[in-house]
């Protein structure tokens, strides 16, 4: 692995993971009926570090010559991707109900392991390639 790869690899894990905490914070302060909304960090940080984790993931993928819609993997990835984005806006603000939230709130954590497990894996099953 170059070192290129390497930093590339370590901004995209590293955003991941942020990326997550922020969904999580958010969805808890929603919880608590916080008017997180008005803080301008967390109205921006999540966007900034969204386009990072996605600029990363091109970058990795066209480091290692893999793209979507012509390796099956990286497909099933990105369409589990906009399925994440979809569960998580109705998970902060298009739920309409308390119940709708939570259960998007939920799938959307299921979708969040399954692309990691095709991501780590790189077999479009992901975790369910063990059944």
Do not use: E
């Not at 690899?9 to 922020?22: D, E, G, K, N, P």
């Not at 008005?38 to 386009?51: E, F, N, S």
């Amino acid at each position: 692995m170059s070192a290129y790869h390497a930093v590339i690899r370590s901004l995209h894990i590293t955003c991941l993971f942020v990326s997550l905490a922020l969904f999580v914070i958010r969805y808890l302060l929603n919880v608590r009926g916080v008017a997180w909304q008005k803080w301008r960090a967390l109205k921006i940080m999540p966007h900034v570090v969204d386009t990072l984790l996605l600029a990363s993931g091109f970058m990795l993928a066209y480091d290692i010559g893999q793209y979507p819609f012509t390796n099956a993997w990286l497909t099933v990835k990105f369409v589990a991707l906009i399925v994440y984005i979809v569960l998580g806006t109705i998970a902060l603000k298009r739920g309409k109900t308390a119940g709708i939230r939570r259960m998007a709130f939920l799938g959307a954590a299921i979708v969040f392991v399954f692309m990691i497990s095709v991501a780590r894996s790189h077999n479009p099953l992901g975790i369910f390639a063990q059944f």
